[in-house]
């Protein structure tokens, strides 16, 4: 039997390099906010979950959300919110505090509305039966690299470089345990935290059309499942 998880939501960024008035994961795609996507695939998944915990950029709340039609209808799972911080792992830490007891964590972000919701499942029991901390989506590099800096160098061999996704999931102990060692607030995600602590992340096969919005141009991009 597989144990339950919480599920974190980081929807506490200003999208500075997006632009505009609204934050990115208040902008719509498919008539919804990007957000909504990621919560109806947790309502989906609700059988594995505990509860869903977001945070969100000061002065927002559950009602907000709702008013902005941000959270499904007959949403099944309970709904957790706390004030972000300036930087993801500041959010983090936030975000754990609301979490309460769980086995297993999943931490995702709001700017990826599309990816599959059978992706909660099948990460929890992937990681159920392996000795490791952590399981990250991961998509391989198709195009050729060019290191960039004046001049081009090119990469030559790609095959071991992918694209980090989200949601990645990490065991709640094991993370505590890699947080408390973190004496920096720059981690790209959560798998860099483990990394960093001395913890073994696997990658679990991702997808390409789990386009994370940072752009405007990258919403003309999300394709339809």
Not at 51 to 79: M, Y
Not at 105 to 118: T, Y
Not at 128 to 153: F, Q
Request: hydrophobic content about 45%; overall charge positive.
């Amino acid at each position: 039997m597989i144990a339950k998880a919480v599920f974190i939501v980081l929807a506490a960024g200003s999208g500075k390099r997006f632009g505009g008035a609204v934050p990115k994961q208040y902008l719509r795609w498919r008539a919804r906010p990007l957000l909504y996507w990621s919560l109806a695939n947790a309502a989906k998944a609700h059988r594995f979950l505990t509860r869903v915990v977001i945070a969100l950029p000061k002065g927002d709340s559950l009602a907000g959300l709702k008013a902005r039609g941000c959270i499904p209808a007959g949403f099944p799972l309970e709904i957790v919110t706390v004030t972000g911080a300036a930087t993801r792992f500041g959010s983090l830490k936030k975000a754990l505090r609301g979490a309460g007891d769980a086995d297993f964590i999943f931490v995702h972000d709001a700017a990826r509305p599309n990816w599959p919701a059978a992706w909660i499942g099948g990460m929890l029991k992937f990681l159920a039966h392996r000795k490791a901390a952590g399981a990250v989506p991961v998509s391989a590099v198709r195009e050729t690299v060019k290191w960039v800096n004046g001049s081009l160098t090119t990469v030559p061999d790609r095959r071991l470089l992918h694209f980090s996704q989200t949601p990645q999931l990490a065991r709640a102990q094991d993370l505590a345990r890699a947080l408390a060692k973190s004496r920096e607030d720059v981690y790209l995600d959560e798998a860099q935290i483990l990394e960093t602590a001395g913890f073994k992340v696997l990658p679990y096969p991702g997808d390409p059309l789990n386009i994370k919005v940072t752009y405007p141009g990258d919403l003309r991009l999300l394709v339809r499942r």
